[in-house]
DNA sequence: AATGAATGAGTGTTCATTCAT
DNA sequence: GATGAATGAACACTCATTCAT
């Protein structure tokens, strides 16, 4: 009836971020019932309302909190660079790091998007939309300052978050390659094309 | 108390498959209940089942004919192309033009993946691998001919449908760009990189 | 759509009979679902009202016909008989094969008396009662005569009803005793006791 | 919306049992809604399973708790008692008062062992096994000591059981009959038959 | 006499959430 | 801060029954 000894407040919401983290990872915000999620915390389910005020919420947390270390880890990388070629190459070695570390963070971020109530879903897409602006921007400085060519700057910078966030889904740590040899991949396929043409210059055939 | 008059056993299949496409896209599996499908489809929920025999079945049914569809028409799509380059400029046209039109079958068959129940999720698994194999396969064939220069075939086969599949996300049929506009960008991006720099020439640059 | 070759109206009415017959017994009134009975039929659960009017008829006419013949099968077996004893004999012959022969039809007629609608339910009751006062009749004759010796008429017959019933629960036609062996037990069980005492005369004890 | 002030924990389940019991022996299980089950205790039907975990569960507990205590009450009563004729005189007192006192717990033990899960279904019929056996057992103890003549053993038990269980369906604690004069019938019944020649000695006429 | 598609009520069960203790 | 018992709505699914074909 009583309280389990030795549990307090701030470990048990930790506790939970961490399982929710986890269940709606494997299963899905609606799959995941707060039963379920209070089971692997260790308490009941209506303890769990001592610490959330609904699933939603706890939903928009893990989300919301994810998006904000985004960004600020983000400006944190290309923080004093300023030719666009570095800021793209901080961008893209900041974004695959990122995502490999928190791969479950960002899965939700993308997959339970619909499960968001309209005004969280507004905030985390107008988060996303700031993130993208950035790559966006570091493009259009390259464009701008006649540094880069890109056939069509907004394309580009979906092509190349689709193609860094796709890492997520198939990065092993143990695997046969290192995090670091992933960037350099992921850099040179960016620059210079993923599939290129050995024998004919790749400008000549450019469109 | 009987069936209305007018409704007949395959239009109302064809209905719940339609209706349940759109539910699952909008809401996810979990998230739809038979109820609102069934209010979709103009019957009572339990009529449901003269057509389906779970709902577990009518995601998998959808998908698995996504699947299938998907892999005839990519066939269908490079037969009689022979050349690495030939083929690989079909795959991107088709896997572009595919997923424009059938961004609704593509999107649930990423999302409700871990809706699916094992067996199911194995089979599934297995038809996309198939998919990916076509086009690691082009890959390797352009390499071994000394076609193509490609960092890591299957990083870049994954970057690739990464890359591709993205376009579901933003494509709008009434927008800016018309498909086949799309169609192209995307092919330049992949084969001479999605930001190039200006003054020094690509191949020179090349690792 | 239309019917299958070769199926007709009596014999697929029969076919519903006893399939039904053995459904209540294995699984219950309640239990067997109409569509599992037209599956084991061979038709769709829509035809079985071709032939039936509702659920709870088929019970109460598979019960009803059972009783009407339990009940002329003893006037049959007691025909002609009229010293008590012989007919104490003749019923105890008639119940215990009538019942090892047809054990499940008897099983239902009890156990799902409570699963037909009252006036149903009135009307088996007063045909068991009509069967269950042949045998008091018979005590009656037997006590009124001189010949027997009774502790209480309704209570024997309820005693002998029972006992001899429950032979449906546990023989079987292949095992250790005959028909005809049970009945002898039986009949001497009823006559001088289950258990009696060797070396102390039953009569001297008599209560 | 929380919990009307009063109820509580111990007092629901045996609320629940006590209906569960009553609705089963009037409706049988399958008949029972948990709706119903509900009503009766006064809660909502989502309610119960914070003290059920199953329908089955439900069923499963009423028949084992009943069984282990007729086991455990048998045990008692016999408990001192070596000679057999005394042995199996208790039994029967036992039997008949206990059958009286619980009989919708004993009907159901009989009329819903199919309505059991197979696992559960092996339990029961286990215990009612032991039950049998220590009937059995009384009987091959007077037989063995030379006391008792029975035409059969088995046959004999399950008569007697057969016999005295009869007793649920029809004793009226009201009625022309007592409790202790039912017993002294039923006695007398197994021990000199139910229905005697008056001027034959029934030592006599054995078979 | 059979089918297949429908109905509307019902099933056991789970859900997020509340709150007196 | 935790519990356990409650709510009321919802869930996927099954049911007996109907009827145009």
Chains 1, 2, 3, 4 share one sequence.
């Not at 001592?50 to 909190?65: E, G, M, R």
Request: charged fraction near 25%; proline fraction near 2%.
């Amino acid at each position: 009836m009583a309280r389990t000894v030795g549990s307090n407040g701030p470990k048990t919401m930790e506790a939970i971020r961490k399982a929710g983290l986890r269940l709606i990872y494997t299963q899905g915000y609606e799959a995941m019932s707060l039963r379920r999620l209070a089971a692997e915390v260790g308490i009941q389910a209506g303890s769990l309302y001592n610490h959330i005020t609904t699933k939603q919420d706890l939903l928009f947390d893990l989300i919301k909190v994810h998006m904000d270390e985004l960004l600020e880890r983000l400006d944190q990388a290309l923080d004093g660079i300023a030719d666009p070629e570095d800021r793209l190459q901080a961008f893209i070695a900041f974004h695959v790091g990122y995502h490999i570390a928190r791969k479950r963070e960002v899965f939700i971020c993308y997959s339970e998007l619909r499960s968001l109530e309209s005004k969280n879903y507004d905030i985390v897409v107008g988060l996303r939309q700031q993130y993208e602006r950035k790559l966006i921007g570091i493009l259009d400085d390259g464009v701008a300052s006649g540094r880069f060519t890109v056939a069509d700057t907004t394309v580009a910078a979906y092509g190349i978050l689709a193609m860094l966030t796709g890492v997520c889904t198939w990065f092993k740590p143990a695997g046969r390659l290192s995090k670091e040899e992933v960037t350099g991949i992921y850099t040179g396929m960016v620059r210079h094309g993923l599939v290129r043409t050995v024998d004919a210059p790749a400008v000549a055939e450019a469109t």
